[in-house]
């Protein structure tokens, strides 16, 4: 389903982020917003999440309004985020971030959630060797790993990655981006927020460059390969 | 009385003292973990337990003519329900809309406090009132004495203790097992401990925060209650009772570290015992002294408390 991002306002308390911001994700397509550190990237996912109210403007997941919902209901729509520094409950097990995962999933039921589970788990071998492990002592790339299945677990329309890459080693980096482009051709709608031109210029369909709250201009992909220097400029490299 | 036997009698005391505050005290311990509020009103609703279970009790005495054992029972359930039901009610009008800030939070629930206390006496009175045990009988015990004969077993006339007595500290054990088992073994604990966490990653993974406070906020009444109700058969229900709990609960709290339940529970145990051992063989007084230097000891030289994290 189409997520549509129509001129939003957002803010913390009274001190606004993003100013009239809008954009489209599609289903099976990556579209990655980028900017500077403090353009709004972060505060237009947790918007996106419910997890910031709107001072003005709308969002739509195709034909139902979801601005306005409590992030609770954002995520039964098909929604989920992949947070910036990971975020996992670290007292928890590897198998019970996942079970939080499984419960915000649209699809009840033990044998749906069994399979769901051993779904995500495929996906990342390495975390059914650590099931039991308390989720702070992983590594990092296997927190990654965590945070990406735990969102997974929701099966969302639309997945908010932030960051995914941020100080991973190179290999679990390339098996994180492989996971995000096989989601999209799976139809998944990806936004992600991304730093690293290269990762840009391999996985983008599609680039929103924010700068300052307020939408510059959106790429396509082939506009991005030709324009790196653009892409450079907005990142502040 | 030899010294043996009159230390056993003291430590039997201590560990009635020690169950019920472990309750108490882990009620307390849940609600600043989870939600960081300072609960000065806690001790209010271990009052409430102790009065709802008179209510309950009488009740069914006079109206049904319900045997003390039954009516017991049924305190024991319905008590800490209702008691519980008050706190989340009271969350949802007061915490919640003060957003849990720590600092207004502590005027709010003083407020609390003296509401429920208040309400307390204008609907039971100021009388102290007392709940019938659902049992009691006197259980004599042995001691040992070195004769010319060898060591042999002997009845120290006064030396024993009751049946009741010692139910309230196998069911407060009962209890919080049970307690344990549901914050790690169910679902609820699973929510509960992922919101402690982090509110906002719980909340975009579907768990409603606020009804999980509430829940919390209720759970932790709940649990001061069932302290209550069994402590009332040996103490009696009245409506300034909850200063005591309070007090003891929070030097408990602290000892055992902030928001560390099982921490609370073996600082309860220490306090509790260390009551019963200065209460028998010197005085009240004393003991609530020593647990007070205690607490202002840990605070100097342990700020996290013995079992607590420190804070980053």
Same mark, same amino acid.
Request: aromatic content about 6%.
């Given at each position: *389903?189409?997520?549509?991002?129509?001129?939003?306002?957002?803010?913390?308390?009274?001190?606004?982020?993003?100013?009239?911001?809008?954009?489209?994700?599609?289903?099976?397509?990556?579209?990655?917003?980028?900017?500077?550190?403090?353009?709004?990237?972060?505060?237009?996912?947790?918007?996106?999440?419910?997890?910031?109210?709107?001072?003005?403007?709308?969002?739509?997941?195709?034909? @139902?309004?979801?601005?306005?919902?409590?992030?609770?209901?954002?995520?039964?729509?098909?929604?989920?985020?992949?947070?910036?520094?990971?975020?996992?409950?670290?007292?928890?097990?590897?198998?019970?971030?996942?079970?939080?995962?499984?419960?915000?999933?649209?699809?009840?039921?033990?044998?749906?959630?069994?399979?769901?589970?051993?779904?995500?788990?495929?996906?990342?071998?390495?975390?059914?060797?650590?099931?039991?492990?308390?989720?702070?002592?992983?590594?990092?790339?296997?927190?990654?790993?965590?945070?990406?299945?735990?969102?997974?677990?929701?099966?969302?329309?639309?997945?908010?990655?932030?960051?995914?890459?941020?100080?991973?080693?190179?290999?679990?980096?390339?098996?994180?981006?492989?996971?995000?482009?096989?989601?999209?051709?799976?139809?998944?709608?990806?936004?992600?927020?991304?730093?690293?031109?290269? @990762?840009?210029?391999?996985?983008?369909?599609?680039?929103?460059?924010?700068?300052?709250?307020?939408?510059?201009? @959106?790429?396509?992909?082939?506009?991005?390969?030709?324009?790196?220097?653009?892409?450079?400029?907005?990142?502040?490299? | 009385?030899?010294?043996?036997?009159?230390?056993?009698?003291?430590?039997?005391?201590?560990?009635?003292?020690?169950?019920?505050?472990?309750?108490?005290?882990?009620?307390?311990?849940?609600?600043?973990?989870?939600?960081?509020?300072?609960?000065?009103?806690?001790?209010?609703?271990?009052?409430?337990?102790?009065?709802?279970?008179?209510?309950?009790?009488?009740?069914?005495?006079?109206?049904?003519?319900?045997?003390?054992?039954?009516?017991?029972?049924?305190?024991?359930?319905?008590?800490?329900?209702? @008691?519980?039901?008050?706190?989340?009610?009271?969350?949802?009008?007061?915490?919640?809309?003060?957003?849990?800030?720590?600092?207004?939070?502590?005027?709010?629930?003083?407020?609390?406090?003296?509401?429920?206390?208040?309400?307390?006496? *204008?609907?039971?009175?100021?009388?102290?009132?007392?709940?019938?045990?659902?049992?009691?009988?006197?259980?004599?015990?042995?001691?040992?004495?070195?004769?010319?004969?060898?060591?042999?077993?002997?009845?120290?006339?006064?030396?024993?203790?009751?049946?009741?007595?010692?139910?309230?500290?196998?069911?407060?054990?009962?209890?919080?097992?049970?307690?344990?088992?549901?914050?790690?073994?169910?679902?609820?604990?699973?929510? *509960?401990?992922?919101?402690?966490?982090?509110?906002?990653?719980?909340?975009?993974?579907?768990?409603?925060?606020?009804?999980?406070?509430?829940?919390? !906020?209720?759970?932790?009444?709940?649990?001061?209650?069932?302290?209550?109700?069994?402590?009332?058969?040996?103490?009696?229900?009245?409506?300034?009772?909850?200063?005591?709990?309070?007090? *003891?609960?929070?030097?408990?709290?602290?000892?055992?570290?902030?928001?560390?339940?099982?921490?609370?529970?073996?600082?309860?145990?220490?306090?509790?015992?260390?009551?019963?051992?200065?209460?028998? !063989?010197?005085?009240?007084?004393?003991?609530?002294?020593?647990?007070?230097?205690?607490?202002?000891?840990?605070?100097?030289?342990?700020?996290?408390?013995? !079992?607590?994290?420190?804070?980053?």
């Amino acid at each position: *389903m189409m997520l549509r991002v129509e001129s939003i306002d957002v803010g913390y308390g009274t001190a606004q982020v993003l100013y009239g911001l809008s954009f489209s994700a599609q289903p099976g397509q990556i579209t990655c917003l980028l900017g500077r550190n403090g353009a709004g990237k972060t505060t237009t996912l947790h918007a996106l999440m419910g997890l910031l109210p709107l001072m003005a403007g709308e969002i739509r997941l195709g034909s @139902t309004t979801i601005s306005g919902l409590a992030a609770p209901d954002v995520v039964k729509q098909g929604i989920a985020l992949v947070p910036q520094g990971r975020r996992l409950f670290g007292a928890l097990s590897v198998a019970e971030n996942i079970e939080i995962g499984l419960m915000a999933s649209p699809k009840q039921g033990k044998t749906e959630h069994r399979r769901n589970r051993s779904r995500v788990l495929e996906l990342f071998p390495r975390l059914k060797e650590r099931l039991g492990q308390q989720a702070s002592t992983l590594s990092g790339g296997e927190q990654q790993m965590l945070a990406t299945a735990r969102a997974l677990c929701v099966e969302p329309q639309v997945l908010l990655l932030d960051e995914p890459t941020e100080g991973l080693q190179p290999s679990i980096a390339q098996q994180l981006r492989d996971v995000s482009r096989e989601l999209a051709r799976q139809g998944v709608a990806v936004v992600l927020v991304e730093q690293h031109l290269d @990762t840009v210029l391999e996985l983008a369909d599609s680039a929103v460059l924010i700068e300052s709250g307020r939408l510059v201009r @959106t790429l396509s992909a082939e506009q991005l390969k030709n324009n790196p220097s653009l892409v450079t400029r907005h990142l502040g490299i | 009385m030899e010294f043996g036997p009159h230390l056993i009698l003291a430590l039997l005391e201590g560990s009635v003292t020690a169950a019920v505050l472990a309750l108490t005290a882990a009620g307390l311990a849940i609600v600043f973990g989870m939600l960081r509020v300072v609960n000065v009103a806690h001790g209010e609703f271990f009052m409430l337990g102790a009065v709802f279970a008179w209510f309950v009790t009488s009740g069914l005495s006079e109206l049904a003519n319900v045997p003390p054992a039954p009516a017991f029972l049924c305190a024991l359930i319905v008590a800490p329900i209702a @008691t519980g039901a008050v706190a989340a009610l009271a969350d949802r009008l007061v915490l919640s809309r003060i957003g849990y800030d720590p600092e207004r939070t502590i005027v709010a629930t003083i407020g609390l406090l003296y509401v429920l206390q208040q309400l307390t006496l *204008m609907t039971y009175g100021p009388e102290a009132r007392p709940v019938e045990a659902p049992f009691n009988t006197r259980i004599a015990l042995p001691w040992f004495e070195q004769g010319s004969d060898g060591w042999a077993l002997y009845w120290p006339w006064g030396f024993g203790t009751t049946s009741y007595k010692l139910f309230v500290i196998g069911a407060a054990a009962g209890l919080l097992i049970i307690l344990w088992l549901l914050l790690r073994h169910t679902r609820l604990g699973l929510v *509960m401990r992922a919101t402690q966490q982090d509110r906002d990653m719980a909340s975009a993974f579907g768990i409603r925060v606020n009804r999980v406070y509430a829940m919390v !906020f209720g759970l932790g009444a709940a649990l001061a209650a069932l302290g209550a109700v069994l402590v009332v058969p040996i103490q009696q229900a009245h409506y300034l009772m909850g200063g005591d709990p309070l007090l *003891m609960s929070f030097i408990v709290v602290i000892i055992g570290g902030l928001g560390s339940v099982a921490g609370t529970v073996v600082a309860a145990i220490m306090i509790g015992l260390a009551d019963g051992v200065v209460s028998v !063989f010197f005085s009240a007084t004393l003991a609530k002294i020593i647990a007070t230097i205690a607490v202002a000891l840990v605070l100097v030289f342990r700020p996290h408390g013995l !079992f607590g994290r420190r804070s980053a």
